[in-house]
Every structure is written in C-alpha cells, then in structure tokens.
C-alpha cells in the first residue's frame, strides 16, 4: 500500500495545486480577500503532501519493494543503506518527484515567512508557483508515474549504475534542484510583480533571499559535481565542458546576474525591468537544463532517460512558461517605471557591466552547448568542446575579474576616476609584481593562464580591501559575505590556473618494483592483489610514494568490478597535500607482466574547489546578514 499511498498523495497535491491557482486567479480578480487568503493554507497543505510522496518513495527503497518498477530497475536488495536512498532521485522518475517536492515546499515557505509584500502581489506570486507545479505534476502523474507496478515482481532489482554510487552523488543532485527550483521562485516573484505591476524595491528585498539561496545551492552542487568527476571517472580533469555540466552553469550564470541586479533595485531602486527579465532567463535556464538531461538528445553518465516524448513534455512546458512569461513581460513593460539613474563610473555602473559580461558568457555556453545539438538535427555531427569554450569564454571571464575587483571600491551613484585608481594602488600593485614572477620562473602555458594567476592575486587583494580601516566587529555580515564571495572566486580562479600551468604528469607500463618520477615524487610500483567491497570486487595496485626525505606514502588504486549491473570502474587513489594532489589511476595489464598507471602531480588544484566553498560561503553570510537586519527593521516599524 506504500506505492498506492505515496501516489494518492501526489494526486491531492496536484488537486490543491489547481486549486491554489483557481483561488488566486478569482482572489486577484474579484478582489475578495478571503479567497486570497485561503491560497495560504493550500500551498502549505500541498508542499506536505508532495513531501510524503517523496518520503513514502524513499521508503520503498529502503524496503527494496521490487514490486515497484522504479525500485526493480534502480536498485537491489544488497545495496548500501546510502545508496539505497540516494537511488530514489539516482534515476528519471525519482529525480523530478525530487523536483517537484523541493517545488511544492518552496512554495508552502513563501506561504508562510513571506510578510513583506502587498497581499495581491503574494496572491499572484503563490498562484504563479502553482502554475509551474501544475505542469510538473502533469509531467509525473501522465509521463512518469514512480509508484507504477510491475505485474510480476523479480527477487532482486538491477541496481544502480556504479558510477552514482558515491556519497558525492548521494548530495550533489539534491542541492541543484534546490537551486533550479529557488529560481523558479525568483520566476514566480517576477510574474507576480508583473500582474500587480508592482515592481520596485520592496519587491526586490522580498525576491533577494531566495535568489540568494538558489545561488548557494548552485554553487554548492557545482563545486560538488566537479570534485565527484574529478576523483571518480578517473580522468584527473574537474571539467570538461559536458552539455551536462553546462545545463547546471548556465543558471548560475544567470543567477549570479540576478543577484547582484536585484540588489541594485533593492538598495537603489534601480534596473528594474532588466530584473524581471533576467529572473525569467534564470528560470529558462533551469528549464533548458532539465529539458537537456531528460530529452534524451545527450549521452552523458549525468542523462537521466533516453526517452524523446518525456523530453518532448519538457519542451512543450519550457514554450508555456517561458513564452507566456516573455509575453506578460512585453505587455506590462510599459507599467514598470524607471528606476533611479546612475553615472557609468559608479558601484551601480560596475554591477550593470558584471551583468552584461555574465550574460555575453551566459551566451557563449548556450551557444556551445545547444549548437552541436542543432546541427544534428539538420544531419550534421560535430562537438564543441573545451577548445572553442575556452578559447570563447576565458577572455571574458578575465575581463568579468578585472570589473569583479573594481565593483566594491566605487561609490554608490558617481565616483571619478582618480579616486578608483588611487583605491586600486595595491591590486594593481600585486598583479603586477605577480604577472612578472610567474612570467619569469613558471612554464609558459599561454597568455589566459599567466593573466589567470595573476588576476587572481590582484583579485584576492581587491576583495579584502573594503574592510580596510573599518571597525570589522561593526561590519555589516553581507559585507563579509560579499568580501568571502569575492575571496573564493580569487582562490578558484588561482586554483584553475595553477592546474593549467603546473601539473604534472606520466603515462606508464609498470612491471613489479618499478620507480616513476612525477612531479616532486618517486612512485614504486609494488604489485596488484584482490580486494573485496560490500557489493563489489576489485583489483588493487600498492604504490609506495616518496617525496624528497619524507615519509613513504601507500596509494591503493582500484579497479572495481559490480555484478548488477555489470560493470567495471576505476577508484583513483588521491594524496592530498597542502600545496597539491597527487592523483593515481590503475589501468589494464599489458599480458608482459606490467600494468598501465596514469599519475598526475597537481599544485594547488585543492584551491578550485576550496573557492567554491569560499563563495557559497559568503553567500550564506551575505543571506544571514540581510535576513537579520529585515528582521530587526520588521521589529523597529513594528514598535515605532
């Protein structure tokens, strides 16, 4: 009865989803506020209802129920406990129930913390998330039903695919949807200001919280992601500019525009139809990712289905949303009103310019994702890989860093240039001093990767600037935010180059007792032996690894061999030092006695991913401290 109860549940949140539609049309219209009010409660009663589908779902894992067909053919009775949960979004079905739970309870928090905007505007906002879960709840209920049966159940299921067997995998797609999802509220917002033509910085403040918190999550899934394809395809690269990969960029992009813009409107009452529209490019974003993952016009191990009608739904819903929002936008531009005008050379011209940069970036990777995809519809294959993004996208993001240092050293409305450049002596000074070492005592690895290294000291300098000579137990917590942010892109970037410009590595066929030199290490080759996990089998290499008069280090790489389904992976080993990683694979035996091993010596790699933590970070600070200073002016205007 679990399957039964969970799809009875998501058929009531589907019913009170129309519902909370139906009430906030008719509220909005006849101006009854009984019946706006009474949106409230059903939002909140829909959300608990999606959230014990997906818990009850999560059960029949658990349960292992290979009655069910989604559990038979995503998992099996000898799997980890972890992964037998993580199975349940691991797969298509599962992974959109996630969606649409993470949906149904975004929109009950807006029911219940959102105080600040006019009634009529949170009537439209409630009804407009109602609007993208109706299409969601069609999509599962008549396309990709998770609860479906099998008329006869086998003993065990086919497992899930080894390579998502990872506690990365576990909370990598979790925290995305959080992101896509947050952005949909951010789309929400917009349609609701839009009806109630009610744009303007009241409506910015309330937007900014869950702009704030989708972009953490992105960034916290991003970051993850890249570390997971990092230790476990055992490629030793942590990007490659997959369409996958690009489907979760793309709306961080997007998202990071839409954040510091709606920040401009909220603070200064500035940019305001340009933040409506880009709240509505983030969410099209996230729509034409999942639209990639699922259309099933990739092959990446990210694809979650192969099936061209769900992907067909996925685009018929992508047009609805994102063409009826385009069309509200056209008809009710002419109610939004200018916002506060500003010179170039001000804080305000800085983010405009970080916008605009973004979204030509934003437009290089949709291009070069969506190109290949377009040109084999009309009978020609090709791919765009990371040559053309880099070769695109790196100037620009450089230029991107270049305006990232600048932005916080000018002032709000007009500054003049002499100033600036007085503010920015000592970032100026550090690229410099930077640019010239590693230009005489680093390999040349090209000119984007020598100005990488030293932007991002110059960078790191900039960031910390705005704190200089202020009382820092005074200092507003989004301004350390903001500063953290900063900091972890400069650490990122530095990591990125360093990558690019230092690492290391040998290809080798090692017979026993065999010494290879990579980087500042001797790695000795000491033989293969068996090796036994909870559901796999494996061939383990023993590497003894030296470097200089230290300490000898044992690396165990594998090759892992799982029965359901049957398949064969490679676990790198990974040394992590302070100043690098030193990265092992095993390969094949050659049939004389030797194996094939691939090691990578990587400086500093660690650092893109320790920037990754940096900004999320300071987005969490950044959000703690803007929603403590609303609550403490709820309370001085509730008092006064």
């Known amino acids: 009865m679990t399957a039964e109860a969970g799809l009875a549940a998501l058929w ?26 009474a949106v409230r409660p059903v939002a909140i009663v829909g959300g608990v209802l999606s959230a014990i589908a997906f818990v009850l779902l999560i059960a029949l894992f658990v349960q292992s129920d290979m009655s069910v067909k989604l559990v038979a053919e995503n998992s099996h009775s000898d799997k980890p406990l972890i992964y037998k949960i993580a199975g349940a979004w691991g797969n298509h079905e599962g992974s959109m129930l996630l969606w649409v739970t993470v949906l149904g309870l975004a929109g009950a928090a807006i029911a219940i913390f959102e105080r600040r905007l006019p009634a009529n505007t949170l009537t439209a ?48 797609p979790p925290t995305l949807y959080f992101g896509y999802v947050g952005l949909s509220v951010a789309f929400s917002f917009a349609i609701g200001a839009l009806v109630t033509r009610d744009v303007g910085p009241t409506f910015a403040r309330a937007m900014r919280p869950w702009v704030l918190a989708a972009w953490i999550f992105l960034t916290i899934g991003i970051t993850a992601g890249s570390y997971w394809a990092y230790y476990e395809l055992g490629w030793g690269g942590w990007w490659f500019w997959d369409p996958v990969e690009n489907a979760s960029l793309m709306p ?9 813009s709606v920040t401009v409107l909220a603070t200064r009452d500035g940019l305001r139809a340009w933040t409506i529209m880009l709240a509505v490019v983030a ?217 690019s410009a230092f690492t290391r590595e040998a290809l080798v066929a090692a017979r026993p007792d065999q010494v290879t030199q990579v980087g500042p290490f001797e790695v000795r080759f000491v033989g293969v032996k068996p090796a036994i996990g909870p559901n796999w089998s494996a061939i383990e290499a023993r590497l003894e690894v030296t470097r200089g008069e230290g300490t000898t280090q044992v690396m165990r790489p594998q090759q892992r061999f799982f029965a359901n389904p049957a398949t064969t992976t490679n676990e790198a080993a990974i040394s992590t030092r302070i100043d690098g990683q030193l990265y092992t694979v095993l390969g094949q035996p050659d049939g004389a006695g030797r194996w094939q091993l691939r090691l990578w010596w990587k400086p500093f790699v660690t650092f893109i991913w320790f920037g990754g933590a940096l900004i999320a970070l300071g987005g969490a600070l950044s959000l703690l401290g803007r929603v403590r200073r609303e609550r403490r002016t709820d309370a001085r205007e509730m008092w006064a």
Do not use: C
């Open 12 to 37: 009531l949140a589907a019913a009170l989803s129309l519902l909370q539609l139906a009430m906030a049309a008719i509220g909005l219209r006849t101006a009854r506020e009984d019946v706006s009010a």
């Open 283 to 499: 969410f099209s974003m996230s729509m034409i990712g999942t639209f990639l993952v699922r259309s099933g016009i990739l092959t990446s191990v990210h694809a979650f289905a192969v099936d061209p009608t769900r992907g067909s739904f996925i685009l018929a819903l992508l047009a609805i949303y994102i063409g009826g929002a385009l069309a509200l936008f056209a008809l009710r531009i002419g109610t939004v009103r200018a916002g506060t005008t500003f010179e170039p050379l001000s804080r305000e011209g800085a983010l405009v310019a970080n916008n605009l940069l973004l979204t030509v970036i934003l437009g290089v990777v949709l291009i070069g994702t969506l190109y290949p995809i377009v040109a084999a519809s009309l009978g020609t294959q090709l791919s765009v890989g990371p040559p053309f993004f880099n070769a695109a996208a790196g100037p620009i993001a450089l230029l991107l860093v270049v305006v990232l240092a600048a932005g916080p050293l000018l002032r709000w409305r007009k500054d003049g240039w002499g100033a600036l450049i007085e503010r920015l002596t000592w970032p100026i000074g550090a690229t410099a001093l930077a640019l010239s070492l590693f230009a005489l005592f680093a390999p040349w690895k090209g000119l984007l990767t020598l100005l990488g290294l030293g932007l991002a000291i110059g960078l790191a300098v900039a960031s910390v600037a705005p704190l200089w000579k202020r009382n820092l137990r005074r200092t507003p917590l989004f301004t350390w935010g903001m500063v953290v942010s900063h900091l972890g892109v400069a650490v990122a970037l530095f990591g990125m180059a360093a990558d």
């Open 252 to 260: 961080w992009l997007a998202a990071t525009a839409l954040l510091h």
């Open 125 to 172: 906002t409630l009804g407009g998330q109602a609007t993208i879960a109706l299409g969601f709840f069609a999509f599962l209920l008549f396309a990709s039903n998770p609860f479906a049966r099998l008329d006869i159940a086998p003993p065990n299921g086919m497992g899930l695919n080894p390579l998502l067997q990872d506690p990365g995998l576990a909370f990598h």
